[in-house]
T-cell receptor, first 109, second 114 residues
Framework: LAKTTQPISMDSYEGQEVNITCSHN???????ITWYQQFPSQGPRFIIQ???TKVTNEVASLFIPADRKSSTLSLPRVSLSDTAVYYC??????????FGTGTRLQVFP | NAGVTQTPKFRVLKTGQSMTLLCAQD?????MYWYRQDPGMGLRLIHY???????AKGEVPDGYNVSRLKKQNFLLGLESAAPSQTSVYFC?????????????FGAGSRLTVL
């Protein structure tokens, strides 16, 4: 299982764009990159998943460079409700998933 | 659809007591997982199952047992509860291996062992 490294915490203000970078130097050929969001006292919720280049959905974008050794979750114009812990995970279809400690994002008014 | 349902939501046990947490999913998912989350920490995988009748150990399996007799249900048992097992337990399921598929989580079961 490829391990991931991401910042422990980040601060932002409402309306700003937030970019959270995850390092996964030993990612394997068949691995996907997936991000989850977790609010206090709730289970994690899927945000976005990608394999290469760029993926965009209604809530976020995921940028993956050609070497796939890192990825960046981009949250456009964050609001107070985006305050949460964000987890980056790497794995393939045969994997169980091991969560790290995630990045704690605090959005201020 | 209900998704992933965990029962009970809250439970208080005394040291040495036993209990079972039930996870039920209605999405016909093959894979199911049990995680625990201690305050301020990330999720740690306890046990998981890749299909009906199968189980496997995760990162922190000691003190827990699991069973997957039916595809839609994944049970987590504590035979002799200890204070160190005080935690929030999350069940999750996915169509296939969660690395390439979306994990759907339940709302969690908060367990306190006195």
């Amino acid at each position: 299982l490829a391990k991931t490294t991401q910042p422990i915490s980040m601060d932002s203000y409402e309306g700003q764009e937030v970019n959270i970078t995850c390092s996964h130097n030993n990612i394997a050929t068949n691995d996907y990159i997936t991000w989850y969001q977790q609010f206090p006292s709730q289970g994690p919720r899927f945000i976005i998943q990608g394999y290469k280049t760029k993926v965009t959905n209604e809530v976020a974008s995921l940028f993956i460079p050609a070497d796939r050794k890192s990825s960046t979750l981009s949250l456009p114009r964050v609001s107070l409700s985006d305050t949460a812990v964000y987890y980056c995970l790497v794995g393939d279809e045969t994997d169980k998933l091991i969560f790290g400690t995630g990045t704690r994002l605090q959005v201020f008014p | 659809n209900a998704g992933v349902t965990q029962t009970p939501k809250f439970r208080v046990l005394k040291t040495g007591q036993s209990m079972t947490l039930l996870c039920a999913q209605d999405m016909n998912h093959e894979y199911m997982y049990w995680y625990r989350q201690d305050p301020g920490m990330g999720l740690r995988l306890i046990h998981y199952s890749v299909g009906e009748g199968t189980t496997a150990k995760g990162e922190v399996p000691d003190g827990y047992n699991v069973s997957r007799l039916k595809k839609q249900n994944f049970l987590l048992g504590l035979e002799s509860a200890a204070p160190s097992q005080t935690s929030v337990y999350f069940c999750a399921s996915s169509y296939r291996g969660a690395g390439a598929n979306v994990l759907t989580f339940g709302a969690g079961s908060r367990l306190t062992v006195l």
